[in-house]
């Protein structure tokens, strides 16, 4: 299965989670935020997520301020 992490190709395995992604990835962590095919996808629904062939996948770091 091929899907695009920020704008970067990767191969993974089917029936892969956004969570178990994120871990392997090292991006599992607070304050990240994340759309898939420009949709955002609630932390709640991470570990269940189940990621398609040809996701495009946009992590981003979530900053306060005013």
Not at 26 to 37: C, D, E, K, S, T
Request: net charge negative; aromatic share 8%.
């Amino acid at each position: 299965m091929h899907i695009q992490f920020n704008d970067e190709p990767i191969q993974c395995v089917e029936n892969l989670t956004l969570a178990k992604l994120l871990e392997q990835l090292r991006f599992l962590q607070p304050g990240v935020a994340l759309a898939i095919n420009q949709t955002i996808i609630p932390r709640e629904q991470w570990e269940t997520y189940l990621l398609s062939d040809g996701d495009q996948i946009l992590l981003f770091q979530a900053i306060a301020g005013g």
